[in-house]
T-cell receptor, first 110, second 115 residues
Framework: GIQVEQSPPDLILQEGANSTLRCNFS?????LQWFHQNPWGQLINLFYIPSGTKQNGRLSATTVATERYSLLYISSSQTTDSGVYFC????????????FGKGTTLSVSS | DAGVIQSPRHEVTEMGQEVTLRCKPISGHNSLFWYRQTMMRGLELLIYFNNNVPIDDSGMPEDRFSAKMPNASFSTLKIQPSEPRDSAVYFC???FGGGRQRALHFGNGTRLTVT
């Protein structure tokens, strides 16, 4: 199956700092999504981004499908950004299940 | 929309007991997924359904696990008999299969503790 590797595994930031999280995957995909799991355990969908670039407020994501990686940018980080960020990918027909990476744990302190 | 609704939020049971987890997907979504999260194994897919039909159950750990989707608005995951190693957070998620609407939406999960 497709392998998903995320880096770094852990990241500690001061409030206001910027960060880049990376997701590498082992095979071509046609579905890539980023999620944030907050400290209460809720999994929130951030982006559906099989290719190209998207922005939503302080967050943006870029996927270069031909090179099999995706980046999640967090600018001007806030304490509420803390949690685990997951990348998930799938290949195939619509409705195929996503395979998750192990995540990047982000801690933002004030 | 109410989002994906899971019940119960917490379940504590003794080894050997039957456990049933419930999920109501977002109205209009035609794909439903059951995932399990543990510290050791992360988020792992158990089973998923498209249009109420099970597509891939290769992630179901053993015959003790079973899942059903009798209609488009309800699914259950059953563990019988439960074992301590089944302790985990079980998430249900749903999506619509078409194009940009493939974004996956999760419920708040059921935290299962088997003693």
């Amino acid at each position: 199956g497709i392998q998903v590797e995320q880096s770094p595994p852990d990241l500690i930031l001061q409030e206001g700092a910027n960060s880049t999280l990376r997701c590498n995957f082992s095979d071509s995909v046609n579905n890539l999504q980023w999620f944030h799991q907050n400290p209460w355990g809720q999994l929130i969908n951030l982006f559906y981004i099989p290719s190209g670039t998207k922005q939503n407020g302080r967050l943006s994501a870029t996927t270069v499908a031909t090179e099999r990686y995706s980046l999640l940018y967090i600018s001007s980080s806030q304490t509420t950004d803390s949690g685990v960020y997951f990348c998930a990918v799938a290949r195939g027909q619509a409705g195929t299940a996503l395979i998750f990476g192990k995540g990047t744990t982000l801690s933002v302190s004030s | 929309d109410a989002g994906v609704i899971q019940s119960p939020r917490h379940e504590v049971t003794e080894m050997g007991q039957e456990v049933t987890l419930r999920c109501k997907p977002i109205s209009g979504h035609n794909s439903l997924f059951w995932y399990r999260q543990t510290m050791m194994r992360g988020l792992e897919l158990l089973i998923y359904f498209n249009n109420n039909v099970p597509i891939d159950d290769s992630g179901m750990p053993e015959d003790r696990f079973s899942a059903k989707m009798p209609n488009a608005s309800f699914s259950t995951l059953k563990i019988q008999p439960s074992e301590p190693r089944d302790s985990a957070v079980y998430f249900c998620a749903s999506s619509f299969g078409g194009g940009r609407q493939r974004a996956l939406h999760f419920g708040n999960g059921t935290r299962l503790t088997v003693t």
